[in-house]
């Protein structure tokens, strides 16, 4: 009797019904891990999984890992069913928390902003921005990314006065005075080096030298050397001889000059050359001169307004110590006189 109880009681306890459960006390697993009732087959929820960093939970049962987003755990992924048992559902486990403030995980992150203007010496320079170097050199986008360009023609340096225009940025993106030439005449005088300067010479006591006729005349055929232009230098200019180019002049003018940085006082006669007598009596200038290639100019005031005579421009070739002058007349003869600087 005492066998066939224990047979039976060992039956029963082998033939348990399938409805049975896990009692209360039953935990989840590590996250993603479930524990299955050998009876039913069916997989708890997974308790939290602990992620480091955003690193993702372990997911219960089989497939359950999944890359984690910035700052927390990925939820895990279902746990399968026990063999045997009934088709239990999947229980997932619960997202890993983020323990210690991982990075974030964003797209793109640490990567630098394209630069719109021009990258130079490691710098992102806007465009159009001036060189803060030199204000003749700007960031053009259009001619170079790597370096500043030349700022051609864009203001620089000093403003427009009575003697000077705008200063301007060349090619080699250098700033350029403007100044107008010596001798243009300004309120006080004439410029010289972008400042108007009170003229030297007057008509009230002039002093240019004394005209006379040189006795170092002569006749030529054909033509004339060129003339070639060059700096004035300052003194008192005389002359030394008279070459007369196809010409059968019996009088010439004769001049006399006197230069300073920019303003001249000039006498003038007519001689007879074959009597080297004077047909009229001197006549005296005060202004001022400018040259333009090999053309000298002059602007100036007749001392003695009853003589209507005035100073033409000449073609000149200038040297350390003289000058010569060119002049064609109305009959196609030339006339080159040169001049000794005192």
Partial sequence: MFRWCWLVAGVALSCSSSQRRFSDDDSGGAAGQ???????????????????????GTAAGAGGTAAGSAGGGAQGGGGSDATGGDAGSDA??????????????????????????????SVC????????????EVCDVARSRKSYSA????????????????????????????????????????CVAGACKPNPFDCIVPTPPVTSLTDEIY???????ASTGGVIADGRYVPTRVNLWNSSATGVNVRTFEFKTGF???????FSIETHGAYIPEVQFAGSFTTSANVLKFELERCDPQYD?????FSYTASANGMTTTETLTDGSTIVTSYLRQ
């Fill in 34 to 56: 479930s524990p299955v009732d050998g009876g039913s087959g069916r997989p708890t929820a997974g308790g939290a999984g602990v992620a480091i960093g955003g690193a993702a």
């Fill in 92 to 121: 997932a486990g619960s997202a890993g928390s983020d323990a210690q403030g991982g990075d974030a995980g964003s797209a793109g992150a640490g990567e630098e902003p394209a630069c719109s203007g021009c990258s130079i010496a």
């Fill in 125 to 136: 320079v806007p465009a159009n921005a001036k060189n803060p170097a030199n204000s003749c």
């Fill in 151 to 190: 700022d051609v023609a864009a203001n620089c340096g000093a403003s427009a006065a009575e003697c000077s225009a705008q200063d301007t940025c060349d090619e080699r993106a250098v700033c350029q005075k403007n100044d107008l030439a010596t001798g243009v005449h300004c309120a006080t005088g004439a």
């Fill in 219 to 225: 006749d030529f055929m054909g033509t004339p050397p």
């Fill in 264 to 270: 001249v006082q000039v006498a003038t006669r007519y």
């Fill in 309 to 313: 005579i005035d100073i033409p421009s």
